[in-house]
């Protein structure tokens, strides 16, 4: 995602990560066809979305939250139409592993 120069961090995702975002995604694909109005914008503003999240993590990620189940771990708040999601990470060194995310209404990673 983001490669380390300078004081940089390398932002890294797990498949678990990936595959939550890919349920995100199909959410929304579901959501929006269900809809009276559909936008056919929203998955690629979603992607958008998250794209500008890793960038924030490549070069600020210890702004986030600490996560409140998982003292070790951060979280990041992906502000998306009138919701979002939630990212899980950890800080490695230099490195930002994702490792989960949900729905901003869900209660907690699965």
Same mark, same amino acid.
């Given at each position: 995602? !983001?490669?380390q120069s300078g004081n940089r961090y390398r932002v890294l995702a797990t498949a678990t990560f990936q595959e939550d975002i890919g349920r995100l995604e199909d959410f929304i694909v579901e959501r929006e066809l269900a809809s009276h109005t559909p936008d056919d914008t929203c998955l690629f503003r979603f992607r958008d979305a998250v794209e500008k999240a890793m960038a924030?993590? !490549?070069f600020a990620p210890h702004t986030c939250r600490r996560c409140e189940a998982h003292r070790g771990f951060r979280e990041l708040v992906i502000p998306f139409g009138h919701g979002g999601c939630v990212a899980l990470f950890a800080i490695r060194d230099f490195d930002v592993v994702l490792l989960a995310a949900r729905d901003q209404h869900e209660r907690d990673y699965r």
């Open positions: 995602m !983001s490669g924030i993590l !490549s």
